[in-house]
């Protein structure tokens, strides 16, 4: 599941997350004047968001993998998913538990996300989603593209409280998608669902893997998803980690133009990253550019971005969507054990569902206590602990990197991230971008 999932849902984080059908929703693409996204006056308030609450005492996310069954095979999954059930799983007593004590965490409430595998193996899913809400959590569900995934089974869920879904897409096409799932209409189903859950007044995020077999799909997946509508359109970083250790990850400067990309469409849909946090230093540098006014080379330029960038926005231009009507989404400042926290089928609660480093289990331990306290938890948010680059950069407080990614590479839980190709110190507008941040942390009072 992704790292950060349906972080705009319920309005939790006011980050302009509007309702299946609006015209944000499924924004304007039609003929627009010639000046590049690049040199136009922002639409958003702030180029980042920060999280509104302490996240050293409370996360905003909660995700649980109720089960790692699963009938799909997909060629990244983190949780190497079989066909059928772990006798060990949490029961359906265990998991209200742990609602329950996620619930206590307080106000405002935790985003409760159950996943897998496919949760809608779990036959109980329907009651904990009951109970979930019940107990104040927002409740919301990222299943699986399989048959089981259809306008009756979401309608049920809405039934008890579920409004919002996460679908996974990893290719334009159903040839891609499905070679990339190992099961054969998987790209059908996951788009029946997404219509389902739309016709239902659902808000839908959608997922998309970004790895080297369907990067130059981007452009394209993000046409469907202006096509179809959605809250949010997530691209996945890859992780090495599960069976997506072999599966053939972008270089740190195609990661860049791949940010860079997103930032381009960030008015024709509503574009996020997941697991690539280095998003939030490309979106305070493109604002800065933009404030200044300077020009799409200008603006390449001062990037240093290469030749995947370009080959990506002839494709970008070519459909529309470098330009729009909606407003730009900032990203929020959260990130593995900060604002965010994992529970296995097993009950290991780790800081994310891609960095395997167990802080305790809630069949011993206390939820909070793991999170407020466990050196795991306490010490990924430490961002005078980085290392490398990430230690010596100016943008660490709202990046970090990821720590996933730097712990499955390299074992070090504090190294530099090894996907991020920027230099600290080199952007050539660093008196802007210090007077931005000051102003964030201003308003949270860091």
Request: charged content about 25%; proline content about 5%; some cysteine.
């Amino acid at each position: 599941m992704t790292e950060a999932p349906l972080a705009a849902a319920h309005g939790v984080t006011n980050l302009d997350a509007r309702t299946p059908g609006s015209p944000d929703a499924t924004p304007s693409h039609g003929s627009q004047a010639a000046n590049p996204s690049a040199t136009r006056p922002q639409r958003s308030a702030r180029p980042v968001r920060v999280q509104r609450h302490d996240p050293t005492m409370r996360p905003m996310l909660v995700t649980w993998e109720a089960t790692r069954a699963c009938q799909l095979a997909c060629r990244h999954c983190r949780a190497e998913s079989r066909p059928l059930r772990d006798p060990r799983e949490l029961t359906t007593d265990e998991a209200k538990a742990l609602m329950d004590e996620a619930a206590s965490f307080g106000q405002p409430a935790v985003i409760f996300i159950i996943t897998g595998g496919d949760c809608f193996e779990r036959p109980d899913l329907a009651e904990l989603a009951a109970y979930g809400t019940a107990a104040g959590l927002h409740v919301a569900v990222a299943p699986s593209g399989t048959d089981k995934l259809n306008k009756d089974s979401l309608a049920r869920l809405q039934d008890n409280g579920v409004n919002v879904i996460s679908l996974s897409l990893d290719g334009a096409t159903a040839a891609t998608h499905d070679a990339f799932r190992g099961v054969e209409r998987t790209f059908d189903r996951t788009i029946a669902g997404w219509e389902a859950a739309r016709e239902l007044g659902m808000k839908v995020q959608i997922n998309s893997v970004v790895a080297r077999h369907n990067v130059h799909e981007l452009p394209d997946l993000a046409a469907l998803v202006r096509e179809h509508g959605a809250m949010t359109w997530s691209g996945f970083l890859l992780v090495p980690t599960g069976r997506g250790v072999d599966l053939g990850s972008l270089n740190a400067q195609e990661i860049e133009g791949v940010l860079n990309c997103f930032y381009d469409m960030g008015e024709a849909v509503p574009a996020k990253t997941t697991e690539g946090h280095h998003f939030r230093r490309v979106s305070l540098q493109r604002y800065v550019l933009a404030q200044r006014g300077l020009s799409h080379d200008e603006v390449v330029e001062a990037m240093h971005l290469g030749p995947l960038y370009h080959q990506l926005r002839e494709r970008i231009v070519e459909l529309g969507l470098d330009h729009g009507e909606r407003r730009r989404r900032p990203p929020i400042t959260v990130s593995s054990g900060n604002g965010f926290m994992f529970v296995s089928h097993v009950g290991e609660v780790t800081p994310s569902g891609f960095l395997e480093k167990s802080a305790g289990n809630v069949r011993e331990s206390s939820l909070t206590e793991i999170y407020r306290s466990s050196e795991v938890f306490t010490g990924v948010r430490d961002t005078s602990l980085l290392e490398g680059k990430c230690g010596r950069c100016e943008y660490n407080r709202v990046c970090g990197g990821s720590r996933a990614r730097a712990y499955n590479t390299t074992g070090n839980l504090h190294a530099e991230e090894p996907l991020c190709a920027y230099q600290p110190g080199t952007f050539p507008y660093a008196e802007d971008v210090t007077a931005l941040m000051r102003s964030m942390a201003g308003r949270t009072g860091r």
